[in-house]
């Protein structure tokens, strides 16, 4: 017999190498939150959505909308460190969490 490779490693390797890799990558940002901005933040906010480089996050309250968009620079920074790929360029705050 030949030698074999884990199919697991061979969709992984196809599915980041195209388009849909790429899609599904952004979209980690809603499943890694806490982990991007932190515990106290993300209790306090939710990304609801992603359109043309522009993140929605829904806010407790407008004290905190006001609070971290002085920080968006800060966390649009994070988010694309942690995607290893510029996503976000802007972050846009709403309160209605």
Request: proline fraction near 2%; charged fraction near 25%.
């Amino acid at each position: 017999m030949g030698n074999y490779e884990d199919i697991g490693n061979i969709i992984k390797d196809l599915i980041s190498n195209s388009k849909i890799g790429r899609e599904i990558n952004k979209y980690n940002l809603f499943n890694h939150w806490q982990e991007i901005v932190g515990e106290e933040i993300s209790k306090k906010s939710k990304p609801t959505r992603l359109k043309r480089g522009i993140l929605f996050v829904s806010v407790s309250s407008s004290t905190w909308a006001n609070e971290l968009s002085l920080m968006s620079d800060q966390l649009v920074g994070k988010i694309n460190s942690f995607l290893k790929e510029k996503v976000v360029n802007e972050i846009r705050f709403k309160p209605g969490l």
